[in-house]
């Protein structure tokens, strides 16, 4: 089955083929019938979620925080799925800085007070 999204490890885009398998990463998808294009806009995030037991089904990654980002409301949703590979000895959610150190330069995150 063909992944449709992008994936993101140690501040690189990298296809699912080429992610090192003892090292964090995220993935970026669109929901379904949406374009796989990030927008030149802010997202802002809609919801986050924590699944410590689930294995996501855009690649096998264990602990994993979900990110629903839109543009604005009713806008379609892109997720930011971000965890540890399967069999990782690793069980533990990733931290704020684990998260960007996989996504690099590709996305910036500015904390609304």
Not at 12 to 33: D, H, I, M, N, R
């Amino acid at each position: 089955m063909a992944v449709r999204g992008f994936f993101f490890q140690n501040l690189k885009v990298l296809p699912a083929a080429a992610l090192l398998p003892y090292e964090p990463y995220c993935s970026f998808t669109a929901e379904q019938g949406v374009p796989l294009v990030i927008p030149a806009s802010t997202l802002v995030v809609q919801s986050v979620d924590y699944d410590e037991s689930a294995i996501a089904d855009s690649q096998r990654m264990t602990s994993v925080t979900r990110i629903a980002l839109a543009a604005s409301t009713g806008a379609p949703i892109y997720t930011l799925r971000c965890g540890w590979p399967e069999g990782t000895p690793q069980a533990a959610f990733l931290s704020a800085n684990q998260i960007f150190n996989a996504i690099g330069n590709t996305f910036t995150m500015d904390q609304v007070q």
